[in-house]
């Protein structure tokens, strides 16, 4: 059974930091791509960075480019967003997600019915 549980997030002044983190079981992470995905209130979801199996490339939304960095760690099934420079536009729930196949490219904007989704944690930027 696929799961993700992400933890880290919380309340964090503007220009803070945050390591959000997201734990995967029931499926080997290494061959799957996987991302992180936020939702504001009253916003639709949007991608923020996923990373890639076959090239290992990650890809970033223009808006958290120079101060978001994902990473994975292979061998304890788990991926990271490290988020610097928070803004309070960065509020949201933040998801990470999984696509059901193996060695497919990350997306940032994938059909929810084609991934697998964490619960969310709550990232509030606010002073």
């Known amino acids: 059974q696929v799961q993700l549980v992400e933890s880290g997030g919380g309340l964090v002044q503007p220009g803070g930091s945050l390591r959000l983190s997201c734990a995967a079981s029931?499926?080997?992470?290494?061959?799957?791509?996987i991302g992180w995905f936020r939702q504001a209130p009253g916003k639709e979801r949007e991608g923020v960075s996923c990373?890639?199996?076959?090239?290992?490339?990650?890809y970033y939304a223009d808006s958290v480019k120079g101060r978001f960095t994902i990473s994975r760690d292979n061998a304890k099934n788990t991926v990271y967003l490290q988020m610097n420079s928070l803004k309070p536009e960065d509020t949201a729930v933040y998801y990470c997600?999984?696509?059901?196949?193996?060695?497919?490219?990350?997306?940032?904007?994938?059909?929810?019915?084609?991934?697998?989704w964490g619960q969310g944690t709550q990232v509030t930027v606010s002073s």
């Open positions: 990373i890639s199996v076959s090239d290992g490339g990650t």
């Open positions: 029931g499926f080997a992470l290494d061959y799957y791509a």
């Open positions: 997600a999984t696509d059901r196949y193996p060695l497919t490219p990350c997306r940032l904007s994938p059909r929810p019915e084609e991934y697998y």
